[in-house]
Each structure stands twice: as C-alpha cells, then as structure tokens.
C-alpha cells in the first residue's frame, strides 16, 4: 500500500512579518521543490535541502505552518516530526516549507536587561558543530581562561581571543550556547512571541488576551512572574525574583474593554533561571499550542504533548498539565459536555421537526440529572416495518466517554443479511430498569401487531420484560453469550481442544433443525462432559436451539448485529452527548443512501446474498426424485427421504422454514409443477422489499443550540450530566468474535495428566 506524499515547497531567505490579527506573512526568498513522503527520513531530507540551497545542515532548521493557521510556525526536528508535518497536509498536495539559517552571533556580555525588550532582544541560536570542537580543542591545549579579553569586531561575525599571548579571530559564538542545557536550545519556537509584549501603550481586547501575551512574552524570554493584582479592571506583574525590579501594570481604559499597559520597567537584574518547569504554562496555554494538532490527531496522547512542547518550547510540563490542556482543547474544538447535555432538550426537538414520524425522548432524575435517552427515526421505523424480517437483535455497548454511560441498540436484518438500525438509547447504566424503559419505547414506536422475535443475552434479565411489553412474541437466547457462560460456570479441568470440541457439539445441537441431530449433538457433549450436559439441559434450550424453538429466527442465532452500533461508538464516544447522537445519525443516513444507490444497480428479483443461496440449493436438485404422494403433498428422495407440502411451504427437512428460501427438496417439486422457485421465497429478500427498507431518508439536524426565542409557556427541562464519571485505569473493551481466545491447559501425551508436558512428567 503506497504512503502519504506531498510535494515540499522549500523556502530560502524570506521575511517575516506580524499581521494585525496575529498572522504572520512573508516575502522575498529562493524557492525549490523536493518530492516528500512518509518513507523519507529527517537526515534524508535535511541533506537534500542542504545539498539545493548549498548551505549547512548544522546551521539549518525546518519549519512550517499547519493547515489553516498562520500564527504559529511549527518546529521539524526528527522523523516523527517531519511524518506529522506530511500527515497534516495529507489532504494538499503541498506543503510550504521555511529554511532558516541561523546566524553565528557574538555573545552579549552586557546586563541581562539587554534581552527583555523587543529592540535588544538576540534570540539563542545553535552554533556550528566544527566550530564548537575547534573551541574545545583550543580550551584543551592552550592556557585558556574564560576572563581572558574578548573583543568583539562591530559589525562583524568574529570574536578576537587572546590565548597564551597569540591573537586568534574566531567565529563568535554565544557563550550560553555551549555552557547552559539543551533544553535552551529547544526553545526556539517561542522566539516568535518575543514582541508580545512591547511596552507602555500597548492595549489588548480584554483582560485575558493580556494576560495570554503576558504568559507568551515570559516564555520567549525565560523568566517566571507572579501576579500583585489580578481582576477584570488591572493587572499587575513583577519578576518573582526577589529584588529584580522588572515590573508591568494594565488595566481597562475608560469607558471601554480594552486593556493598556501603563507602567512597564523592562530591566531585569536577576538571571531569570530558564524555564524548565511548566509555572507559567497553565492549561489555557497548553491548550492553545496543541489544538490544532488535536483537530488532525484526536487520539493525542498526554505523554506526547509533554514531549513536544519540552522539544518546541523548552518547558517541561507534568502529566496532568497535559492532560488538562488537551481536555480543554477538545473541549474549545467539540464543546462543553455540560452544555450538550443542556442542549439535549432542543436537539430532541430538532430531531421530531425535522424528521415527522420520529421518536426522540429522555428522561431525568429527580435532581435533573441525565437518565435515559431513546431515539428511533421515522426512516428506521418503516424501513423495518415495510422490508425486515419480524427480528430484532438486542445489544449493550459500554460508551468510553466522559460520564461511562452505556448505549442500548434494536437493530434488525435486511433482505440481504445487512445490519438495519432501527432504534437506540444512551442510559446511565445497563439494568433491567432501563432495560424494560428502552422496549417500552420500543413498543409505542412499533405500532405492528405482527409477532416479533427477539435475539438478546439471557443475562440481561430481558425475558420478563419481552414477554410483558410485546405479548406473543419470542425471545431467542444469543449462543455466543449462552457459550461464554457456559465456560464461566463450569470452569472444568480440560485442555484447549476438549473444550473447543465441546463448544461444537453445542453449536451444532443449536443449528441442528431436527430434535433427532439436537439430542445426539447434546449426547456427544454427555460422553465428555456430564456437567456441562445438566447444564445445557437447565439452559432452556427451547430459546436457542432450532429445532426446539417456536419462533422464527430464519438461522440466526447471535446477537452481534449490535456490532455496527459498536464500531460507529468507537469514532464518537469521546463527543458530547448531542455530538455523539447526531454522529450516530450520519452514520445511519449515510448507510441508507449508500444501500439504496447500490440497489439501484441490481436487476435480479432477489438480492444478491439470497440468489447465491437460492443457486446453491438449485445446484442439489439433479439427484433428487419427486413422487406425488396426494394433494399438495410430495416425497423427495435423494440421501434423505423427505416430504414437502406445498400449501404449508413446510419440508421435513426443515430447511425451508428456517431460512424462508425454498431447499433443494422444495425447489425440485416447484420444478415438477411448472412454478417458478421465486414465488416460494418469503417476500424479505425480495428487490422490492429491499428498496422498501431503505426508500425512505433521514435529514440532517440543522442546530443543535438552544433557541434564542421560546414560548414562555413551555417549561424547559435544564439536563445536568449523570453523576458517574470515568473510573480510574484503562477502559474495558468489549469482547467480541469468536472463543477462541481461551488460555490452553498443559496436558501430557506420555500419562495425560494436566499441568505439564511430557518433558517435566514423573512417570
């Protein structure tokens, strides 16, 4: 599979400058192209610019802007860097590209005021490595001292040393560059916030676009502050070195928002200690450096963002600085969670006015606090009621969002054996309370008198409400859920392969039409294990197995339709509530239109997964032989001797009655008779039928925000979030697929015993 690649736009030599919104704008520069992807290495690709621009590489860094931002040049320095920068622009075919070459300056050896005004302001830069080895050396071999006189040529990159009485002209380099830390050398990228602060007139929007410069400007130039006074109307800052006399004071003109700087006093005496630690850097700053990698990387990791912005900025935050800041950042990026749950009431609104005949209701609890929500739209609904069979499949999934809410689905099966939505529910928790809630509104939104047959875990306490809330229906035991029981109960001492054995003589009683193959699957199950016997017995096998089951499940015997619900959670369980409903809502839209445009393309009178099956059993026809035996009944002979009613659509292999298609002894009497196999199918998997299912669209929720103008007659319920939050520690997921996932038993081939193998065995 080919990567991600863009064509880089290299920049030489262009000049920058502030806009008035805080952009930054450039002009001037040489300019070249390199093909850049995602198998290119940082080296790579810094030897290449090196190599067209004719420059060094230890003098050169990288950066760019990222999609739609302008404000912030962000930092390429290894490869993880440079595959971020290419999976930004994945959706351009280029990126633009700044070569900065950084100048050799003579080192300041003045008083560190110099460095906290804009004008006196020199930036730290690294210096050439062969210059720095070449110091070294000189240091090593020569009586070199550091009080030693410099002297520094105006105007000039060089720096006259006197070393044991000889005049040697160096290139000049910044003493700090080679005695402090490397995280020095990473604060480049705040360099750009040096003139954030200017000086005495300088006026801000408000109060705390003062105090976000105020931040920035100390960051650039690494010193640490401390508030006098600190409210809507004045600020006042001074050093929080004791004895250093830098000091700022702003506050609010008169009669307006605007903030403006009146006293400053930019000199600083202290060293101002480097930022290494993330005091000034509070969660509105960290979440404003990393939102919009946030916005391209959801799945931004705390310990990444600690990482980054140590390397970029030089400030060493802690974990949960970060973890703040990206809380924050998604917040700005999605909206509140506590706002959304406000907003539930409208949006519910929403949904009813702009899609007549759906259901969308919740409820609270008696302090107001988010319990139940059911939505079910007018396009499911009668997709189902016009084209799915009378089967509804229950299922749970756990929601990995802030307050741990669980999601309840009802999903169905479509003439093609596709997965159809029909309705779901977020709740505060999975119990049978909210269970019986959940088919409640299920039954008021299926007005059907036709019997339904239900698929769900028999652990969910479902039977009661089932049988109370839709009389005359079924309820099918899912096998997946009854097998993984079955193995928790009776944790025997067998190996792996036993019980893989055994799981598929219970598979094959459950599939088995005939009692006859259901008693001699569960016979075999006996021969290897009598308590799982007694058990399956004490299961109720008359909810699950085939030829026990009086209901029509058409072979279906799990539950884990649910699993479309589930992988649609799994993009959106991190939004707010509203956010997550109506992503759950393009997902549905999305997957109706893309199903009825696909069916549009198909000319055969069934859909294609049910002409395969129906094909299938034609193929087995040959070898049978058909006698009339009287009426509408006939005797098939092959293997099996079977008998077929055609009045009853009923054969005694009970093949037909299952699936809803005719079997090989069906369709060689229809033969026989002159009629076509396509009259005997159940009308599900018809086109038309199909085409029913998905005819009908849902529409796009406009506004999910509360309405400025309400009758004020109508009382408005104020939704406050459940009390539970996320528990500490790694989420659960949700078990899925097959058992094969069992931890296997040492057995001895030499005297079959467990726990060891023949190499350890004492016999």
């Known amino acids: 599979m080919a990567g991600k690649s863009v064509i880089a736009i290299c920049q030489l030599g262009v000049e920058f400058k502030t806009n008035k919104d805080g952009s930054l704008s450039y002009s001037g520069g040489d300019a070249h192209a390199i093909d850049l992807d995602d198998q290119m290495t940082f080296d790579d690709f810094k030897k290449e610019v090196a190599e067209i621009f004719s420059c060094s590489i230890n003098t050169m860094s990288i950066k760019y802007f990222l999609p739609g931002n302008k404000k912030t040049l962000i930092t390429v320095s290894n490869d993880k860097d440079l595959k971020r920068m290419i999976t930004f622009h994945g959706d351009s075919h280029t990126v633009d590209v700044y070569i900065m070459i950084e100048e050799v300056v003579a080192p300041d050896v003045s008083n560190r005021s110099s460095r ?91 109060v705390n676009e003062f105090r976000e410069a105020l931040r920035k400007y100390a960051l650039a130039n690494q010193f640490a502050f401390k508030y006098k006074k600190n409210d809507n109307h004045r600020v006042t800052v001074k050093c929080k070195t004791e004895g250093c006399p830098w000091r700022i004071h702003a506050s609010r003109l008169t009669t307006t928002q605007l903030i403006c700087i009146k006293k400053m006093n930019p000199t600083h005496t202290c060293d101002g200690a480097a930022l290494m630690s993330g005091n000034q850097a509070n969660r509105s700053w ?48 999605q909206g509140s969670y506590k706002e959304a749950y406000k907003q539930l009431p409208f949006y519910c609104e929403g949904i009813t006015e702009t899609n007549p005949g759906s259901i969308a209701t919740f409820t609270t609890k008696e302090d107001s606090s988010f319990h139940r929500l059911f939505i079910s739209f007018h396009a499911s609904l009668y997709g189902f009621l016009q084209g799915c ?78 049988s109370e809330i839709f009389k005359d229906s079924y309820h099918g035991y899912c096998l997946r859920y009854l097998t993984e029981q079955l193995l928790r109960d009776l944790n025997g001492q067998f190996s792996h392969e036993v019980k893989q054995l055994m799981i598929e003589y219970l598979y094959a009683a459950a599939y088995a039409p005939r009692p006859e193959g259901f008693h001699s699957s569960l016979e075999s199950i006996k021969s290897i294990w009598l308590e799982a016997y007694n058990w399956i017995i004490q299961s109720e096998p008359q909810n699950w197995a085939n030829a026990l089951f009086q209901g029509s499940r058409y072979n279906h015997l799990t539950s884990n339709f649910g699993e479309l619900f589930y992988s649609w959670t799994s993009d959106a369980h991190e939004l707010p509530i509203t956010q997550m409903v109506d992503a759950i809502r393009g997902k549905i839209m999305e997957l109706i239109n893309t199903r009825r445009a696909e069916s549009g393309e198909w000319l055969s009178r069934l859909t294609p997964s049910m002409e395969e099956k129906l094909e299938k059993e034609s193929l087995e026809v040959r070898s049978l032989q058909v006698m009339l035996t009287s009426g509408s009944t006939f005797e098939v002979c092959g293997e099996t001797i079977e008998t077929v009613d055609m009045d009853r ?73 459940p009390p539970t939050r996320r528990p500490p520690g790694r989420p659960t997921t949700k078990k899925s697929g097959s058992l094969e996932v069992m931890k296997r038993q040492l057995q001895c081939s030499r005297c079959k015993g467990l726990g060891h193998n023949k190499s350890t065995c004492k016999q």
């Open 389 to 466: 069979r009378p089967l509804l499949f229950l299922d749970s999934i756990p929601l990995k969002s802030k307050y741990q809410e669980t999601l309840l689905a009802a999903t169905a099966v479509d003439g093609d054996n596709g997965v159809f939505p029909v309705a779901f529910s977020i709740v505060d928790a999975e119990t049978a309370v909210n269970w019986h809630w959940f088919l409640q509104q299920l039954k008021s939104a299926l007005p059907s008198s036709c019997p339904l047959t239900f698929i769900a875990d028999r652990e969910k306490r479902l039977k009661e409400s089932i």
């Open 649 to 721: 659509w009923d054969c005694s292999c009970k093949g037909w009655q299952l699936t809803g298609l005719p079997c090989c002894h069906a369709i060689a009497v229809i033969s026989c008779t002159g009629r076509s196999p396509y009259d005997y199918c159940a009308r599900y998997f018809t086109m038309d039928s199909y085409r029913q299912t998905y005819s009908e669209s849902i529409n796009p929720i406009p506004d999910v925000k509360r309405p400025g103008h309400r009758d004020s007659s109508q009382t408005v319920v104020t939704v406050t979030p």
């Open 286 to 333: 960290v979440a404003s450096i990393i939102k919009e990698k946030l916005k391209a990387f959801p799945n931004y990791k705390p310990k990444d963002i600690v990482n980054d912005i140590k390397l970029e900025y030089g400030v060493q935050l802690n974990y949960f600085q970060a973890w703040r800041g990206k809380e924050i950042a998604r917040e700005q990026l």
């Open 116 to 206: 906290t005004t804009l004008s006196e302001a020199v930036p730290s830069v690294d210096p050439p490595q062969d210059v720095i080895d070449n110091i070294v050396s000189d240091i090593t071999q020569h009586n070199f001292s550091l009080d030693a006189p410099l002297d520094a040529n105006d105007g000039t990159n060089l720096v006259v040393a006197h070393i044991d009485d000889t005049q040697i002209v160096l290139p000049a380099v910044p003493v700090h560059s080679l005695f402090h830390s490397n995280e020095e050398k990473h604060a480049k990228a705040a360099e750009q916030w040096q003139n954030a602060i200017t000086g005495v007139g300088q006026r801000f929007n408000g």
